[in-house]
């Protein structure tokens, strides 16, 4: 009898902690309903507000309704339907993610993964913008989009805050993340926190360097870190030309320097962080960059506004809209909205291809006429020249025969 005890004893126990950490958990859940979204007939609960909350997890991707995003952004870019292993995404259906613990990711496993079954291979939805808000980032070189590139570095009460130069831009500078995807580019993945800028820094005596934060990358105990490193993702400036409006102009051309700038030589300073129950985005030493540039650098006031047709800049307040998004307590994935305009990475991807062939065509025609404008200008230098010597000769037979006319004046 002992034995048998013995023998059942771990198992009772084993039942017993799951039975209490799946109370807890589901009693967690369901302090968090608040209330049920209007016209919703499926009986799935849809939380308040969580832009006043910090946290975020790969969970967000797919149970936030970020429609505000897709009738923002879809009329300036496309979105594109891409799976979140592409991403760098490795998000298993049902888990908590983002370090909630061993017994509650094992437990979500255990009990809800059914509800997600379907999930194996997990859709998101990716902005990839639209031509119009492409720059040239040198001379020569045919246009595409950087994020973080078109528009000045402000420094404010928040930390350094990216002013970007369209209200798109504006939209993705303080929200989501951004990847560099090798066929489609840069896209951006919706995020429900705000930010001044969601990047990490980098810098040595004389530059600054900056590169979106990753997808995946959230706050954790009150600040970003990014693990990773990729030198391509990188802007880099010289600290005098920081916080020149425009940064995109000054920024640092490999091609066109010998001397390459080592990224991973640089120091990483603080970036994304919480302080004061706010969300800030320290940055570089705004007492460095005021001696390097010469200029006394005001700080700007954050003024959060409740409509999005009072944001805008006053020269010493910059009003920004934080909306409002719902999500949803549930797994049924027709009760969160997803872009009404929709294209698949295969599509997107064949239309990223014929526009860079596009480009390089007409990188090549302009080379090509680049060439013969030069020869063409050299032909005409050497011509030039040929007539100066011409001239030159002539000039010197003429003083030549006025000479010998004088020589024969002074004989008579």
Not at 74 to 95: C, F, P, Q, R, Y
Not at 139 to 161: A, F, H, I, L
Not at 350 to 375: A, D, M, R, V
């Amino acid at each position: 009898m002992n034995n048998l005890i013995r023998n059942i004893a771990p198992g009772v126990i084993l039942i017993f902690t799951l039975i209490f950490l799946f109370v807890s958990c589901s009693k967690k859940s369901d302090d968090t309903k608040t209330k049920t979204s209007s016209g919703d007939t499926s009986g799935v609960s849809v939380s308040a507000d969580t832009s006043t909350t910090f946290k975020e997890t790969n969970e967000d991707l797919l149970t936030t309704d970020f429609d505000y995003f897709y009738k923002e952004l879809s009329s300036h870019g496309e979105w594109v339907e891409v799976n979140a292993k592409d991403l760098g995404l490795d998000i298993k259906s049902g888990t908590g993610f983002n370090g909630e613990g061993i017994f509650y990711d094992f437990f979500t496993d255990l009990f809800v993964k059914k509800a997600y079954a379907e999930d194996v291979d997990v859709s998101l939805f990716v902005w990839q913008p639209g031509a119009a808000l492409s720059i040239s980032l040198g001379d020569n070189q045919p246009k595409e989009y950087v994020p973080y590139n078109n528009g000045q570095w402000m420094y404010t009460d928040d930390g350094w805050y990216f002013k970007a130069a369209t209200p798109q831009e504006e939209l993705t500078s303080h929200y989501g993340r951004w990847t560099l995807d090798p066929n489609l580019g840069w896209v951006w993945l919706p995020g429900r926190v705000w930010s001044p800028a969601w990047v990490e820094w980098r810098e040595d005596a004389n530059y600054i360097g900056w590169a979106p934060v990753p997808p995946g990358v959230y706050i954790v105990n009150d600040a970003i870190n990014v693990s990773s490193f990729n030198e391509n993702r990188f802007t880099i400036v010289e600290k005098k030309q920081f916080i020149e409006p425009s940064v995109y102009k000054y920024r640092y051309q490999y091609v066109e320097n010998k001397n390459k700038i080592m990224i991973k030589e640089m120091i990483k300073t603080d970036g994304v962080m919480i302080k004061n129950k706010t969300v800030i985005n320290k940055g570089p030493d705004v007492t460095v960059i005021e001696k390097v540039t010469g200029k006394k650098i005001e700080q700007v006031k954050i003024k959060r506004v409740g409509k999005k047709d009072e944001t805008g800049f006053s020269g010493s307040t910059i009003s920004v809209f934080t909306p409002e998004f719902k999500k949803v307590q549930g797994v049924k994935k027709e009760s969160v909205s997803k872009p009404q305009k929709l294209v698949s990475y295969k599509d997107a991807k064949k239309i990223t291809k014929e526009e860079k062939g596009e480009l390089k065509e007409q990188e090549k025609q302009q080379k090509k006429e680049e060439k013969e404008l030069k020869k063409e200008e050299k032909k005409g230098e050497k011509e030039m020249k040929k007539e100066e010597k011409k001239e030159e000769k002539d000039k010197g037979k003429e003083k030549k025969d006025d000479g010998n006319k004088d020589k024969g004046k002074g004989k008579k």
